[in-house]
T-cell receptor, first 113, second 124 residues
Framework: AQSVTQLGSHVSVSEGALVLLRCNYS??????LFWYVQYPNQGLQLLLK??????LVKGINGFEAEFKKSETSFHLTKPSAHMSDAAEYFC???????????FGAGTRLFVKA | GAVVSQHPSRVICKSGTSVKIECRSL??????MFWYRQFPKKSLMLMAT?????????EQGVEKDKFLINHASLTLSTLTVTSAHPEDSSFYIC????????????????????FGPGTRLTVL
């Protein structure tokens, strides 16, 4: 079985500060891992994905995430927060053999001016 | 690109009526589409997996007679909420899986889902 845990339902940072959104996963097989962003009343946009290639994955809008198998983590980071980064972020896990993608509970990012 | 559209984006209906939501993959074929439901300030809950040409697979606890899913072509899946009630009010999101196993698509592409913009259903 697979699961995803996002630590912190809300994260608040100042504009220009480091963004760190935490995600831990559980999977009995090598996982595919994703980070999605959702703006109010919109669908999900893929930020980045890990598909067993490089462990450090760079995505759109300056975000990146590092797959750490020993820690079963896939934390999302951005060096400098921008006001436009304020949104809901979802970590998700899937496998090549399965059809399901399991989403974490989400973390709402607030960016203060 | 890989674009998925949903129609309508927003619908308000009276209790007891049925509502159909369409999900289309605009520039790729999708043998598998997924329907999710998202409650306010909550995560996405997978409702069902829609396979082209066959019956949908529903998740535990989802009423298949309440939420009818049809995947008649490689680019279209529909979700019909029958006899809608206020508790069915929610944000419904579809996604489409790109590619087919053995079709030549890279394995990495096979597992990626592309999401529609969502449909806000309000039942009065």
């Amino acid at each position: 079985a697979q699961s995803v845990t996002q630590l912190g339902s809300h994260v608040s940072v100042s504009e220009g500060a480091l963004v760190l959104l935490r995600c831990n996963y559980s999977s009995s097989v090598p996982p595919y891992l994703f980070w999605y962003v959702q703006y109010p009343n919109q669908g999900l946009q893929l930020l980045l994905k890990y598909t067993s290639a490089a462990t450090l994955v760079k995505g759109i809008n300056g975000f990146e995430a590092e797959f750490k198998k020993s820690e079963t983590s896939f934390h999302l980071t951005k060096p400098s927060a921008h006001m436009s980064d304020a949104a809901e972020y979802f970590c998700a896990v899937s496998t090549t053999g399965g059809f399901k993608t399991i989403f974490g509970a989400g973390t709402r990012l607030f960016v203060k001016a | 690109g890989a674009v998925v559209s949903q129609h309508p984006s927003r619908v308000i209906c009276k209790s007891g009526t049925s509502v159909k939501i369409e999900c289309r993959s605009l520039d790729f074929q999708a043998t598998t589409m997924f329907w999710y439901r998202q409650f306010p300030k909550k995560s996405l809950m997978l409702m069902a997996t829609s396979n082209e040409g066959s019956k949908a697979t529903y998740e535990q606890g989802v009423e298949k007679d309440k939420f009818l899913i049809n995947h008649a072509s490689l680019t279209l899946s529909t979700l019909t909420v029958t006899s809608a009630h206020p508790e069915d009010s929610s944000f419904y999101i579809c996604s489409a899986r790109k590619g087919l196993a053995g079709s030549g698509y890279p394995q990495r592409a096979y597992n990626e889902q592309f999401f529609g913009p969502g449909t806000r259903l309000t039942v009065l």
